[in-house]
């Protein structure tokens, strides 16, 4: 059975930082480019980081200069260093593989 599984959402207060991590069971991650995405109350989906089998990374516009995709295939793991944090980076944050999704993890950017 193939999961994906986040982790290390939470509450930060706006220019603070967390780390996300995307953990993957039952596939190999390193098959595949594995991305982020994020949902927030006006939009239903936006793209984050995509990080490729070579682990060449992609960013989304509002993403770029602050936040840092990369990946440990030996453990199959994606993390997303989010830096610089702003009400508006409040979501829950998924991350995708192939045709798998996980469950998602909340990040709220509050004061």
């Known amino acids: 059975q193939v999961r994906l599984v986040e982790s290390g959402g939470g509450l930060v207060q706006p220019g603070g930082s967390l780390t996300l991590s995307c953990a993957a069971s039952?596939?190999?991650?390193?098959?595949?480019?594995v991305k982020w995405f994020r949902r927030t109350p006006v939009k239903e989906r936006e793209f984050v980081a995509r990080?490729?089998?070579?682990?060449?990374?992609v960013y989304g516009t509002s993403f770029k200069d602050r936040f840092a995709i990369s990946r440990d295939n030996a453990k199959n793991l994606v993390t997303l260093q989010m830096n610089s944090l702003t009400t508006e980076d409040t979501a829950v944050y998924y991350c995708?593989?192939?045709?798998?999704w996980g469950q998602g993890t909340q990040v709220t950017v509050s004061s």
């Open positions: 995708n593989h192939e045709t798998y």
């Open positions: 039952g596939i190999i991650f390193s098959k595949d480019a």
């Open positions: 990080i490729s089998r070579a682990g060449n990374s």
